[in-house]
């Protein structure tokens, strides 16, 4: 019989504030989902209580089967709404995100281009209607593919995530079979191959059976191809169907590797129970530096 882990004390989620409903109502109107809700974030509260949210393009169905993910899969009938790039402009508008927004999506693998296409038009159609706005985009693997990588790429966002999810020896556990270490490795230095200018982030979940050398040796592996950006978060189970949680980390282990990560040389680590790829921890660090570095280019 499964043992079922007990919740600690630090494992508490903010309730909502009087924000959080226009937010609902913004994204609903546009027909527009977001990982928030479709992941079962518990960041969602503090996020839309904040006015923000990270949206998800390209539908709620995703191709892919990962045992940790709350998102719907299936088959989306290569069913892609073209004007959500437009819908999308348009929401971050009403809500006001005129500096900062994450853009994720599903894997679409029914879609010849894995829907790089499309998620490159949703990027163009932000940063043209609002001119400063700082992009940061939670991509797919597209399936190593490079000339799909290439459409993100070249459609300027300013930070690429790609996430590892867990350690290497856990991979065939966790992830859907079609995705796997090296290949999320070689997303993100392929990213790092095409512009070195842009930032690149990654993502690892705690609490699945990882042991310490092998979370240092995912820190290793990703500072040896660059990455500049890395977050650490409590793997939650989103219900039966998904995988157990063998422990919940307790809060001086996420210090031990996010003081790791800093002595590995990450420019950034955010490392938490509620810690998620696309959260807010980083978005003010990121923020500054990437103005300073628009400043310097612009000659003022």
Not at 7 to 26: A, H
Not at 72 to 87: Q, S
Not at 256 to 283: D, I, M
Request: hydrophobic share 35%.
């Amino acid at each position: 019989m499964e043992q079922i882990l007990v919740k600690p004390s630090w494992l508490k989620i903010r309730p909502p504030t009087e924000t959080y409903p226009k937010v609902r109502e913004i994204i609903r109107s546009h027909s527009l989902h977001t990982v928030c809700q479709e992941s079962h974030c518990p960041n969602m509260s503090e996020c839309w209580s904040g006015g923000t949210a990270t949206f998800m393009v390209m539908g709620d169905t995703c191709t892919r089967g990962c045992k940790f993910c709350a998102v719907k899969t299936g088959n989306p009938m290569k069913k892609l709404d073209h004007d959500e790039p437009k819908k999308l402009a348009q929401a971050i508008k009403e809500l006001g995100l005129f500096e900062y927004i994450v853009i994720t999506s599903v894997d679409r693998d029914d879609l010849e281009d894995q829907g790089s296409g499309h998620f490159a038009e949703c990027i163009k159609e932000v940063k043209n209607a609002h001119p400063g706005i700082i992009v940061e985009v939670l991509i797919p693997d597209f399936r190593g593919r490079i000339d799909l990588l290439k459409k993100i790429v070249e459609a300027k966002p300013d930070v690429i995530a790609h996430n590892i999810e867990t350690v290497e020896s856990l991979q065939r556990k966790v992830r859907d079979v079609r995705a796997n270490y090296a290949q999320s490795l070689s997303v993100l230095e392929n990213v790092k191959k095409l512009n070195p200018k842009i930032y690149t982030k990654s993502s690892i979940m705690l609490g699945l059976g990882e042991k310490k050398e092998e979370v240092i040796k995912a820190m290793q592996d990703l500072r040896a191809i660059n990455t500049d950006i890395i977050t650490f978060g409590q793997y939650l189970r989103p219900s039966s169907w998904h995988l157990p949680v063998i422990e919940y980390v307790p809060p001086e282990k996420f210090k031990y590797y996010e003081q790791s990560a800093k002595s590995t040389g990450f420019l950034y680590c955010a490392a938490g129970p509620f810690v998620r790829s696309s959260y807010r921890a980083g978005e003010l660090f990121m923020k500054g530096r990437i103005e300073s570095e628009r400043v310097i280019g612009s000659g003022e």
